[in-house]
């Protein structure tokens, strides 16, 4: 009886979690002027300057070079870091125009509306 209860609980939660997804990408192409013809890199980071530019440009060869043609954009939202990684984010930003900085703020701005939607 309580595999029961557990397994619709799990499944309620998968259910609101699909729907939930489901309403951030309705949300994203309508509202927004991201297309939905691929798939956008969101990356929350925090005091992360070591590994940050290792990271984004692994992910921008993949991007420009590899086969993954279907991802168009990475967003670093930066979560107040202390360190200098918003700077080398924003330094790769210049160079590379798919790679977009922001503030953790204005990331939940756009995740709060999507929820309030």
């Given amino acids: 009886m309580i595999?029961?209860?557990?397994?619709?609980?799990l499944w309620t939660l998968a259910l609101y979690g699909l729907f939930e997804i489901i309403k951030t990408i309705?949300?994203?192409?309508?509202?927004?002027?991201?297309?939905?013809?691929?798939?956008?890199?969101?990356?929350?980071?925090?005091?992360?300057?070591?590994?940050?530019e290792g990271f984004l440009?692994?992910?921008?060869?993949?991007?420009?070079?590899?086969?993954?043609?279907?991802?168009?954009?990475?967003?670093?939202a930066d979560l107040d870091s202390t360190d200098n990684t918003k700077e080398i984010a924003k330094k790769l930003s210049k160079d590379y125009e798919c790679v977009k900085v922001v503030d953790w703020k204005e990331c939940k701005?756009?995740?709060?509306?999507?929820?309030d939607s």
């Fill in 57 to 76: 440009r692994s992910s921008l060869f993949k991007l420009l070079y590899g086969r993954e043609d279907y991802l168009k954009n990475i967003i670093v």
């Fill in 3 to 9: 595999d029961f209860f557990l397994n619709a609980i």
């Fill in 109 to 115: 701005d756009v995740l709060d509306s999507v929820h």
């Fill in 26 to 52: 309705v949300y994203m192409c309508t509202y927004t002027n991201m297309k939905a013809d691929g798939i956008y890199l969101i990356i929350a980071v925090k005091n992360q300057e070591e590994k940050i």
